[in-house]
């Protein structure tokens, strides 16, 4: 017993004196292969790391590895560095890397600079947890993830984060191998997208002057609602989101913004009722739900006003994907409206959807001219999709497909696995109030995204999947963080993994020293695995 006691002691004091690391990180690289021999590169201090010269993205990712790591970038001749991080890698993938250590050192290669910074998170990773002289095994470590589209939505209209909590949740991305932040900039609760051209839209329509307290299923009696007596207010101007946009794209994030519309445009119609069926006056919403008040599709100066926002958006985000929305839009006000109905008379359109599909032609056609393609909830599809909209599929997978099928590019993103405003533990006692539901680790990581009766030529157009969180209980950084983690890294291994590399018992094992990471960087997380 006391020979046992003393073994484990010695065993103690050698793994904090020397720690060997495994590479085995999340998301999981596809190979990894330690060189027999036990021979291993010991990270000490003041070792070099050499990027090619003349290339900004890498002289940045060589900053990265100074962050994490301690490497001194003092060359941007790759030659005699310890760590020298290379492009060349031969992959169809532009996001593929090997880690190569051995007796010359440790070698980064990227298939482009977005492999190099993948990289650099898996080897990061793999050491964040380790203290003492730290070692890494001679090995091959390779991956390229499975999606190009590894996304993530935040939704800041409902309540507003600071650029300060947005720039933490782009790093959480980057740690989990993500490369869309899809930013929700607007809703019936607020407007945060400052439009020059439009500035009451970011001076009032900003302003919500209370909030619902407790759970809130729309709107059927108000006179009930009891509200609180803090004013939910903030936008992002555009110098703001320029910086933010730069900030993303150091760590190889596009972001793609939405404004939702017709619906979701409250808001919008509190500073601009004219653009209303009805003429208003609206307020700012101040409870949750589906709002019955739309942007008038009848009215020419609605396409006018969604030309000046989007025009400024696109001035903003230079990403390809610009998101129209198009969910919840009720036609309620469109069948009583004698503007509408005189548009669909125009345009011989048979039923209300159309007239979505009628703003959406105008807004792609506009778009396209800068360049950009559209993408829309899967609403979109009911009067009909324009040319090339690509569809985020959320009321379940069945959208997702047909629009594959009409070879329309997809993001899956359904309630079932990828809603985390949802309860992730059984006892909701246990957590903070949500806004319902149940989506526990496992079944975010159970997800997959390509439906199995698609051809392979329909599957080549689900371009990836993404979670989602929408922010009507989400109340603060450490709230949304709390709702983000652990759940986050199951989705990383969706967007990363081929399905057959996947386990579930295996992943809750690594879970553990992802989890180590997130203690060291400060990051509010779950502690229940369900
Ligand atoms: C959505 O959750 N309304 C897209
Ligand atoms: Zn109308």
Same mark, same amino acid.
């Given at each position: 017993m006391k020979k046992q006691i003393l073994s484990l002691l010695v065993a103690a004091m050698s793994m904090t004196a020397a720690a060997e690391v495994?590479?085995?990180?999340?998301?999981?690289?596809q190979k990894i292969e330690i060189e027999p021999g036990g021979k291993f590169f010991t990270l000490v201090q003041g070792l070099t790391v050499g990027y090619p010269a003349d290339n900004a993205l890498m002289k940045r990712n060589a900053e990265f590895a100074e962050e994490y #790591? =301690? #490497?001194?970038?003092?060359?941007? @001749? *790759?030659?005699?560095?310890d760590v020298s991080l290379t492009l +060349?890698?031969?992959? @169809?993938?532009?996001?593929a890397y090997v880690i190569t250590v051995g007796k010359k050192g440790i070698n980064i290669q990227g298939a482009s600079e977005s492999g190099v910074f993948y990289g650099l998170q898996t080897l990061r990773k793999s050491i964040?947890?380790?203290?003492g002289e730290v070692r890494l095994p001679f090995a091959t470590v390779s991956a390229e993830p499975r999606f190009a589209y590894r996304g993530t939505e935040l939704d800041c209209a409902r309540h507003f984060f600071p650029v300060s909590f947005v720039k933490k949740f782009i790093d959480i991305l980057a740690l989990h191998g993500i490369n869309r932040f899809h930013w929700h900039l607007t809703d019936d609760q607020g407007w945060r997208f400052e439009v020059k051209a439009l500035p009451e839209l970011a001076e009032?329509?900003?302003?919500?002057p209370h909030t619902i307290i407790g759970?809130?299923? /729309?709107?059927?009696?108000?006179?009930?609602a009891i509200f609180d007596d803090t004013p939910e207010t903030g936008y992002y101007t555009q110098q703001e989101l320029r910086d933010v946009v730069r900030y993303a794209a150091e760590r190889f994030i596009t972001i793609v913004p939405e404004i939702d519309?017709? =619906?979701?445009m409250v808001a919008a119609l509190s500073v601009?009722?004219?653009? +209303?069926c009805t003429g208003g006056p609206y307020e700012v919403w101040c409870t949750w739900g589906i709002a019955?008040?739309?942007?008038?599709? /009848?009215?020419p100066k609605t396409l006018e006003f969604l030309k000046t926002v989007y025009g400024e958006l696109c001035d903003v985000f230079p990403g390809e994907l610009i998101h129209i929305g198009g969910d919840e839009s009720p036609r309620v006000r469109w069948k009583s409206c004698p503007k509408c109905q005189a548009k669909m008379k125009e345009l011989g359109?048979? *039923?209300?959807a159309q007239l979505q599909t009628y703003i959406n032609k105008e807004m792609e056609s506009f778009l396209q001219k800068r360049g950009r393609q559209i993408i829309g909830w899967d609403?979109?599809?009911?009067g009909g999709l324009s040319e090339k909209a690509a569809v985020m599929s959320w009321r379940g997978y069945e959208g997702g497909k047909a629009a594959a099928k009409l070879h329309h590019h997809v993001v899956m993103t359904p309630t079932s696995h990828?809603?985390?405003?949802?309860?992730?533990?059984?006892?909701?006692?246990?957590?903070?109030?949500?806004? +319902?539901g149940y989506l526990p680790l496992s079944k975010v990581y159970s997800m997959?995204?390509?439906?199995?009766?698609?051809t392979d030529e329909e599957a080549q157009y689900i371009m990836g999947a993404q979670c989602n969180l929408w922010t009507e209980?989400?109340?603060s950084p450490d709230h949304a963080e709390y709702m983000l983690l652990p759940r986050l890294a199951a989705m990383s291994e969706v967007q990363w993994l081929q399905p057959e590399a996947k386990n579930y018992e295996q992943f809750l094992g690594r879970l553990e020293g992802l989890k180590g990471c997130y203690k060291k960087l400060g990051y509010k997380y779950c502690t229940g695995n369900e």
């Amino acid at each position: 017993m006391k020979k046992q006691i003393l073994s484990l002691l010695v065993a103690a004091m050698s793994m904090t004196a020397a720690a060997e690391v495994n590479y085995q990180v999340v998301p999981l690289p596809q190979k990894i292969e330690i060189e027999p021999g036990g021979k291993f590169f010991t990270l000490v201090q003041g070792l070099t790391v050499g990027y090619p010269a003349d290339n900004a993205l890498m002289k940045r990712n060589a900053e990265f590895a100074e962050e994490y #790591f =301690g #490497f001194l970038p003092k060359t941007a @001749d *790759k030659k005699g560095a310890d760590v020298s991080l290379t492009l +060349g890698l031969k992959s @169809d993938n532009p996001d593929a890397y090997v880690i190569t250590v051995g007796k010359k050192g440790i070698n980064i290669q990227g298939a482009s600079e977005s492999g190099v910074f993948y990289g650099l998170q898996t080897l990061r990773k793999s050491i964040m947890n380790e203290q003492g002289e730290v070692r890494l095994p001679f090995a091959t470590v390779s991956a390229e993830p499975r999606f190009a589209y590894r996304g993530t939505e935040l939704d800041c209209a409902r309540h507003f984060f600071p650029v300060s909590f947005v720039k933490k949740f782009i790093d959480i991305l980057a740690l989990h191998g993500i490369n869309r932040f899809h930013w929700h900039l607007t809703d019936d609760q607020g407007w945060r997208f400052e439009v020059k051209a439009l500035p009451e839209l970011a001076e009032k329509a900003s302003v919500r002057p209370h909030t619902i307290i407790g759970r809130n299923v /729309g709107l059927a009696d108000p006179s009930n609602a009891i509200f609180d007596d803090t004013p939910e207010t903030g936008y992002y101007t555009q110098q703001e989101l320029r910086d933010v946009v730069r900030y993303a794209a150091e760590r190889f994030i596009t972001i793609v913004p939405e404004i939702d519309l017709p =619906g979701h445009m409250v808001a919008a119609l509190s500073v601009y009722p004219e653009l +209303g069926c009805t003429g208003g006056p609206y307020e700012v919403w101040c409870t949750w739900g589906i709002a019955d008040d739309v942007l008038c599709a /009848g009215n020419p100066k609605t396409l006018e006003f969604l030309k000046t926002v989007y025009g400024e958006l696109c001035d903003v985000f230079p990403g390809e994907l610009i998101h129209i929305g198009g969910d919840e839009s009720p036609r309620v006000r469109w069948k009583s409206c004698p503007k509408c109905q005189a548009k669909m008379k125009e345009l011989g359109l048979e *039923k209300e959807a159309q007239l979505q599909t009628y703003i959406n032609k105008e807004m792609e056609s506009f778009l396209q001219k800068r360049g950009r393609q559209i993408i829309g909830w899967d609403e979109t599809l009911e009067g009909g999709l324009s040319e090339k909209a690509a569809v985020m599929s959320w009321r379940g997978y069945e959208g997702g497909k047909a629009a594959a099928k009409l070879h329309h590019h997809v993001v899956m993103t359904p309630t079932s696995h990828c809603y985390i405003d949802y309860y992730q533990l059984k006892n909701t006692n246990a957590q903070p109030l949500a806004i +319902g539901g149940y989506l526990p680790l496992s079944k975010v990581y159970s997800m997959e995204p390509v439906p199995a009766d698609l051809t392979d030529e329909e599957a080549q157009y689900i371009m990836g999947a993404q979670c989602n969180l929408w922010t009507e209980y989400v109340v603060s950084p450490d709230h949304a963080e709390y709702m983000l983690l652990p759940r986050l890294a199951a989705m990383s291994e969706v967007q990363w993994l081929q399905p057959e590399a996947k386990n579930y018992e295996q992943f809750l094992g690594r879970l553990e020293g992802l989890k180590g990471c997130y203690k060291k960087l400060g990051y509010k997380y779950c502690t229940g695995n369900e």
